[in-house]
């Protein structure tokens, strides 16, 4: 990929995630990124097919978040490593995590199966761990860990650690 190319990536990215995909336009990502207007159409197509590539981006940086915890063993170590996953985001990729929780709320771009290998994961866990409702206690996790993520990319990860702590303390952790 190109300088120029992973600029207007990257500008796109903190444009949209701060600002929203709509409001910010195609020329405002050129002069931020200091690019010509036309390179995000040779490039991209147009403001739509960027927001694609970095949602391509997305599919990936989530296979590697999960990738750990879908391949452990250990029921406990699964629910453990689900807890602590919001916590192992690095504070330089916040933009592009802000900008997959305002993209939840664009029907074309929400995509429910997304966290589905994870959930498959922790329903396994918990149906092991003998827990009445598996199914539900895994959407429970899915759901809370989710308000986790918004309160750390909101507040900071500091705001979300007694949440985290009660969670590991909830599952005997």
Request: proline share 4%; aromatic share 10%.
């Amino acid at each position: 990929m190109t300088d120029k190319k992973e600029r207007l990536i990257a500008t796109a990215l903190m444009l949209f995630a701060n600002d929203g995909y709509n409001a910010v336009s195609t020329s405002r990502i050129a002069k931020q990124a200091g690019v010509s207007e036309g390179l995000i159409f040779r490039h991209f197509e147009n403001k739509k097919g960027l927001l694609n590539a970095i949602m391509q981006e997305a599919e990936t940086r989530l296979a590697v978040l999960f990738e750990t915890i879908i391949q452990e063993t250990d029921p406990r170590e699964v629910i453990r490593k689900t807890i602590n996953m919001p916590f192992n985001v690095p504070e330089s990729e916040y933009d592009f995590w802000r900008l997959q929780y305002k993209l939840k709320w664009e029907k074309e771009y929400f995509n429910p199966d997304k966290t589905k290998p994870l959930v498959d994961k922790l329903i396994e866990a918990f149906q092991q761990l003998g827990y009445e409702q598996p199914e539900v206690e895994a959407k429970l996790l899915e759901q809370t860990l989710d308000s986790l993520g918004i309160g750390a990319l909101q507040k900071g990860k500091e705001s979300q650690i007694p949440f985290q702590a009660l969670l590991l303390k909830k599952y005997e952790l």
